[in-house]
């Protein structure tokens, strides 16, 4: 089996870097990456400036348009599909034209997934969400991975899964994530995993218990999907937890107990004497304190109920001790979600620099120079833990040596 992938939803090429770090033969045939709304593509410039562009099987270069808009007969043919894509609303209904057929709503990048996997079917698909996936949407909890379970099954898919805090396995930010792994039934793994219990694959033998080990997974529930996905829309709801497995829609679930590795602390990935322009300057520091501190407001809803809304500190300055908080886009905006670090070398107190947040996501020192300070963040905010995906694709590597 060739080791080729596809990268969905590309950024600044995280995926691909975890994959080319294990230097182990894969090659990326192809990628996509646009941000819907910006003049300016930074993340698609960035990744070409690394990577280089691609052709199509038709001959274009389209890897910076809008997924949606390129054939997906003309993506080359891959082993694996990969991805991280954003957590919107699956639902789906009868189209028009056939009650067979399905709509989802429009926009969502999902489907752009599904079709490539019906046009291209490749072996293996890996893809990174935001935890918060397993519970969406808040008034049919489930619902949304429930028709994405259901979907790989019709396609001849199963699935893993598991939500991993990268910190917790060695990295130096606390970043939950949500990774699932697909592979065709018709693999020599696929037919491998069928063989096995749900508990053996999610606490031994599974590719995510293999990268992210555990002693073992509490206590495991099952449920099945309808193969009709909408009725998987209109009614599904389960309480899915951190790890499971679906096979031919029968699903698997349980809380994972994990083997923890120690984190990378923040203090080891902090320049020294950073430029001036990163820190505090004195007139800024109240609102900083204000925005870090616990707050009780009293407010009002737009329908005249009033309450209270509180909320708790957050440590300030962030503690060298600890890996990192959650990286959002906003990194270095005046936000209470921002880190704001105590120079090792000055003291005083500063914003990450723009290689301290490549570090976080433990990417190249200056992957992103050349864009501007914000975009950087941006980009970063945007990334994933580079370390998990090449914990991952060991793993893969020893599953594809033993494809025919
Ligand atoms: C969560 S980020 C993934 C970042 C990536 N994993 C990395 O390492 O940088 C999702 C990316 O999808 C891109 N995107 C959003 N809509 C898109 C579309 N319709 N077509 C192609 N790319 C899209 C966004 O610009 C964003 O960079």
Same mark, same amino acid.
């Given at each position: 089996m060739e080791k080729t992938i596809c990268e969905l939803f590309a950024g600044v090429g995280g995926f691909r870097l975890g994959f080319d770090r294990l230097e182990s033969g894969w090659t990326t045939k192809w990628f996509s990456q646009w941000e819907p709304g910006a003049?300016?593509? @930074?993340?698609?410039?960035? /990744?070409?400036?690394?990577?280089?562009d691609c052709q199509d099987l038709e001959g274009f270069y389209r890897t910076g348009d809008d997924i949606a808009t390129v054939p997906k007969s003309a993506v080359p043919d891959h082993t694996l599909l990969v991805g991280g894509f954003p957590c919107q609303d699956y639902s789906v209904a009868h189209t028009l034209a056939s009650s067979q057929g399905i709509e989802g709503k429009?926009?969502?990048?999902? @489907?752009?997934?599904?079709?490539?996997?019906?046009?291209?079917?490749? #072996?293996?698909?890996?893809? =990174?969400?935001?935890?918060?996936?397993?519970?969406?949407? #808040?008034?049919?909890?489930?619902?949304?991975?429930?028709?994405?379970?259901a979907c790989l099954a019709e396609l001849g898919y199963s699935a893993q899964w598991r939500v991993v805090n990268a910190a917790d396995y060695g990295a130096a930010q606390r970043r939950r994530r949500i990774f699932i792994f697909a592979y065709r039934d018709d693999t020599a793994y696929g037919k491998a995993m069928a063989a096995l219990e749900p508990d053996e694959i999610m606490s031994v033998h599974g590719l995510m218990a293999k990268a992210f080990p555990v002693y073992g997974i509490e206590p495991p529930r099952g449920t099945e999907l309808s193969r009709d996905i909408v009725e998987v829309s209109d009614k599904f709801a389960f309480a899915f937890e951190n790890t499971g497995v679906m096979h031919g829609y029968q699903v698997t679930t349980g809380r994972p107990v994990e083997k923890t590795e120690p984190p990378v602390l923040l203090r080891d990935i902090l320049q020294?004497?950073?430029?001036?322009? $990163? /820190?505090?300057?004195?007139?800024?520091?109240?609102?900083?304190? $204000?925005?870090?501190?616990?707050?009780?407001?009293?407010? +009002? +809803?737009? #329908?005249?109920? =009033? $309450?209270?809304?509180?909320?708790?500190?957050?440590?300030?300055?962030?503690?060298?001790?600890?890996?990192?908080?959650?990286?959002?886009?906003?990194? !270095? !905006?005046?936000?209470? !979600?921002?880190?704001?670090? #105590?120079?090792?070398?000055?003291?005083?107190?500063?914003?990450? +620099?723009?290689?301290?947040?490549?570090?976080?996501?433990?990417?190249?020192?200056?992957? +992103?120079?050349?864009?501007?300070?914000?975009?950087? /963040?941006?980009?970063?905010?945007?990334?994933?833990?580079?370390?998990?995906?090449t914990r991952m694709g060991k793993v893969l590597d020893q599953i594809v040596a033993q494809e025919a």
């Amino acid at each position: 089996m060739e080791k080729t992938i596809c990268e969905l939803f590309a950024g600044v090429g995280g995926f691909r870097l975890g994959f080319d770090r294990l230097e182990s033969g894969w090659t990326t045939k192809w990628f996509s990456q646009w941000e819907p709304g910006a003049r300016r593509q @930074w993340a698609h410039d960035c /990744y070409v400036d690394h990577f280089g562009d691609c052709q199509d099987l038709e001959g274009f270069y389209r890897t910076g348009d809008d997924i949606a808009t390129v054939p997906k007969s003309a993506v080359p043919d891959h082993t694996l599909l990969v991805g991280g894509f954003p957590c919107q609303d699956y639902s789906v209904a009868h189209t028009l034209a056939s009650s067979q057929g399905i709509e989802g709503k429009k926009g969502v990048l999902w @489907w752009q997934i599904r079709d490539i996997l019906i046009a291209k079917k490749p #072996a293996f698909c890996l893809l =990174e969400n935001v935890d918060r996936l397993l519970k969406s949407p #808040a008034k049919q909890r489930g619902r949304d991975f429930g028709i994405i379970l259901a979907c790989l099954a019709e396609l001849g898919y199963s699935a893993q899964w598991r939500v991993v805090n990268a910190a917790d396995y060695g990295a130096a930010q606390r970043r939950r994530r949500i990774f699932i792994f697909a592979y065709r039934d018709d693999t020599a793994y696929g037919k491998a995993m069928a063989a096995l219990e749900p508990d053996e694959i999610m606490s031994v033998h599974g590719l995510m218990a293999k990268a992210f080990p555990v002693y073992g997974i509490e206590p495991p529930r099952g449920t099945e999907l309808s193969r009709d996905i909408v009725e998987v829309s209109d009614k599904f709801a389960f309480a899915f937890e951190n790890t499971g497995v679906m096979h031919g829609y029968q699903v698997t679930t349980g809380r994972p107990v994990e083997k923890t590795e120690p984190p990378v602390l923040l203090r080891d990935i902090l320049q020294s004497f950073a430029d001036e322009k $990163y /820190y505090i300057p004195s007139e800024k520091m109240d609102k900083w304190v $204000y925005l870090k501190g616990a707050k009780k407001i009293p407010r +009002t +809803t737009a #329908a005249g109920h =009033e $309450y209270v809304f509180s909320e708790g500190p957050v440590a300030f300055p962030d503690p060298w001790d600890r890996p990192g908080r959650t990286m959002l886009t906003s990194e !270095s !905006s005046l936000n209470r !979600s921002t880190h704001v670090v #105590a120079d090792p070398g000055t003291g005083k107190l500063r914003l990450l +620099t723009p290689v301290e947040a490549e570090r976080l996501q433990g990417f190249d020192d200056d992957w +992103t120079a050349g864009m501007p300070d914000r975009m950087r /963040y941006f980009c970063m905010g945007n990334a994933l833990v580079v370390d998990m995906i090449t914990r991952m694709g060991k793993v893969l590597d020893q599953i594809v040596a033993q494809e025919a």
